[in-house]
């Protein structure tokens, strides 16, 4: 059976030409007959510009997005008489509130769901800026879809992503994507992508948090200068080794202001890595291109070192040293 395992049904539809296609080629999944499971990929925010607020409340954006090799584990199953989410790991709820329930939620208002036992592992950090949860709420919708047809099909799917976050848009996407609108329109990314470079990365996640809301009002004096908006240039991303002194978040004025620890980590990273680094999304995680795998994995052990005196410095021992980690871009297959 073409995209089958061999151990369940294919994960794929079939079209009229008879092809089969891989329709959410970053969910990687396998279906049984009544279960599941997916691996959700993180994504970091290679660039990201924030134009102005509009009418509803969100900011309009310009941001070009990239999955990568850090991966929470979905498993779906049918049993028993009412829903039960089991999460391992930290930073995410085991109720209601997680992006996880709210897409079953959304799915059950168009067909028939019967009631199941979720399991969720953790390992994407959460309040980081790398959409573990829209990842998650992504792997849902597509998991549902393949047990429980919707049927609306990737209409429907990629409305009700869109009503649950800015981000979870993207995870229904095929690989790397530019972002518009409140970051839910998706366009082609710069080919080819990179130069072609494997990008690697050294993730630098601190503990602190951000509050998202604080950091986009704190750029309200440069959201109304619109001679301060910087212009993307694909170039600039289609080429080898360019693409790395082209790193851009401008929520990151906007955290600095707000947290002074968080900008100490800005000013500490100026020094060490200049020119190759940036948060993503809306942070507290920073991302650090590397040449290669073995510079990368070299350049994690140095700074966790290096973070042993900078915390000591700062006096906020813990709070900027939560998790320092390697990963590359990943490009899955697409058929």
Request: hydrophobic letters at 40%; a negative charge; proline letters at 5%.
């Amino acid at each position: 059976m073409p995209g089958s395992d061999g151990r369940g049904r294919s994960i794929d539809r079939q079209y009229s030409t008879g092809a089969a296609v891989n329709c959410y080629p970053l969910i990687e999944r396998k279906v049984e007959e009544t279960s599941a499971s997916a691996s959700a990929p993180a994504k970091i925010n290679l660039w990201l510009e924030v134009l102005h607020r509009r009418a509803d409340g969100f900011h309009e954006v310009e941001t070009l997005m990239a999955p990568i090799s850090l991966f929470d584990r979905l498993h779906i199953q049918i049993e028993g008489d009412q829903d039960n989410l089991e999460v391992m790991g930290e930073g995410a709820p085991s109720n209601d509130e997680n992006l996880v329930m709210q897409a079953l939620q959304l799915a059950r208002q168009t067909r028939s769901i019967p009631p199941l036992a979720i399991q969720l592992t953790k390992n994407i950090p959460s309040r980081a800026g790398l959409g573990g949860g829209s990842s998650d709420a992504a792997a849902m919708l597509v998991l549902l879809d393949e047990l429980f047809e919707a049927p609306g099909g990737r209409v429907e799917l990629k409305q009700q992503a869109a009503l649950l976050g800015s981000d979870v848009p993207f995870f229904l996407g095929s690989g790397s994507a530019f972002a518009t609108g409140r970051g839910e329109q998706l366009h082609d990314a710069p080919q080819p992508f990179l130069g072609g470079d494997e990008a690697h990365f050294i993730l630098w996640i601190p503990e602190i948090g951000v509050d998202t809301a604080a950091a986009y009002a704190s750029l309200s004096g440069h959201l109304t200068s619109g001679d301060s908006h910087r212009k993307f240039r694909e170039c600039d991303f289609m080429e080898k080794s360019v693409w790395v002194g082209s790193l851009h978040n401008r929520l990151l004025d906007g955290v600095r202001r707000i947290e002074p620890a968080l900008h100490e980590v800005a000013n500490f990273l100026d020094r060490w890595h200049p020119g190759r680094w940036t948060m993503t999304g809306s942070g507290s995680g920073f991302i650090i291109a590397a040449p290669d795998q073995e510079v990368a994995k070299e350049e994690v052990q140095s700074l966790r070192s290096r973070l042993v005196e900078f915390c000591a410095d700062l006096k906020v021992t813990g709070s900027v040293a939560r998790m320092v980690l390697e990963a590359q871009l990943w490009r899955p297959a697409v058929s």
